[in-house]
């Protein structure tokens, strides 16, 4: 059971969208509706931002968006805020009652 | 409000062993999941597996099988995270996490525990 492959890093300026991928396979992201997006600041604990592919937890603004496509899924955050510079990383169910996260993504609010 | 509040940090030596815990409040403790994830210094999240504190049934990701013992007090709303024996490597940060089912999301996180192992 290997990591989901993220980009080490992305980088927007404010106003700005960006797209974070999390590539699987047919094992895991492409196989169940079942990923998840974490928001994680310096020090701090996890927290949940999309799940489902898409869906949203309540509380978390409709400009960070899910998707998928294959063994891809994407989270894209439209409108870049200055804090919404943090670490994310995606998870999905990967079968057998087991579950895989990617190795995360350093977001660059320039 | 649910609530996930751990243990503190600890600083161990290598073959000692080693007991955290995660106390849930504001949900039936007994009717989600509790999940434990690592992680070590600079690096991404790891599932290391999960507990029903309703029966204790419990799934582990296999690299953590054998390694640590997950385990759960459900009078007191507790779950735990075991070492028998800790090794340098086993320095991180470890949280724990809530989740409905085993498919679902980890909803709400602890604080999380520093673990530093060091001789």
Redo the contacts between chains.
């Keep these: 059971q290997s990591a989901l492959t993220q980009p080490r890093s992305v980088s927007g300026s404010p106003g700005q969208s960006v797209t974070i991928s999390c590539t699987g396979t047919s094992s895991d992201v492409g196989g169940y509706n079942y990923v998840s997006w974490y928001q994680q600041y310096p020090g701090k604990a996890p927290k949940l931002m999309i799940y489902d592919v898409s869906k949203w937890p309540s509380g978390v603004p409709d400009r960070f968006s899910g998707s998928k496509s294959g063994n891809t899924a994407s989270l894209t955050i439209s409108g870049l805020q200055a804090e919404d510079e943090a670490d994310y990383y995606c998870c999905s169910y990967a079968g057998s009652y087991t579950v895989v996260f990617g190795g995360g993504t350093k977001l660059i609010v320039l | 409000e649910v609530q996930l509040v751990q243990s503190g940090a600890e600083v161990k030596k290598p073959g000692e062993s080693l007991k955290i815990s995660c106390m849930g409040s504001g949900y039936n403790f007994t009717r989600k999941w509790i999940a434990w ?1 690592r992680q070590m210094p600079g690096k ?4 290391m597996g ?1 507990i029903y504190p309703g029966d204790s049934e419990t ?1 582990y ?2 690299p953590f099988q054998g390694q640590v013992t997950i385990s759960a007090d459900k009078s007191i709303g507790a779950a735990y995270l075991q070492w028998s024996s800790l090794k340098a490597s086993d320095t991180a940060m470890y ?1 724990c ?1 809530r989740l409905t089912t ?6 709400y ?4 525990t520093l673990v530093i192992v060091s001789s």
């Design positions: 994830v991404g999240l790891e599932w999960s799934k990701n296999p949280y996490a085993l498919t679902t999301p980890f909803d996180w602890g604080q999380g």
